[in-house]
């Protein structure tokens, strides 16, 4: 997998974009849900930036993992890329941010919820800043 810089708008990318893929394809309302965004276009993620990093996590994926599209990334591929995220209001965004692209279609997947929830326990949120 690439690394990006701590923080960066790519690395937050990265996190909605393993959101956008967790249930085995990118849905058009979560991709709408997305560009509708205010929080991630805050963070400096626009359309075009997502699609080059969800490009690059799906090239990455093809060369770390057989499964289809990344689906139940083992947490020793997974952590890795969610520890390039560690301001804590920055994770409290992004969570929040990929809860609500990922209900876009009107379901939370297995997939979905799994990444989610890793994302919760690895980040704990007692640690996170209170967006206002």
Excluded: K
């Amino acid at each position: 997998m690439r690394n990006y810089c701590i923080d960066s708008p790519q690395a937050c990318a990265r996190v909605l974009a393993l959101v956008l893929i967790a249930d085995g394809g990118v849905s058009d309302a979560e991709l709408a849900s997305f560009a509708a965004e205010a929080d991630a276009h805050a963070m400096g993620i626009d359309e075009r930036l997502m699609e080059e990093v969800l490009r690059e996590l799906c090239e990455d994926l093809q060369m770390v993992s057989r499964r289809r599209w990344g689906r139940d990334l083992e947490p020793t591929q997974l952590n890795p890329l969610l520890e390039e995220v560690r301001d804590s209001r920055r994770r409290g965004q992004l969570l929040s941010l990929a809860y609500r692209i990922a209900q876009a279609d009107g379901r939370l997947s297995d997939g979905e919820g799994r990444l989610l929830a890793h994302m919760i326990r690895r980040w704990r949120p007692e640690d996170w800043a209170i967006a206002a």
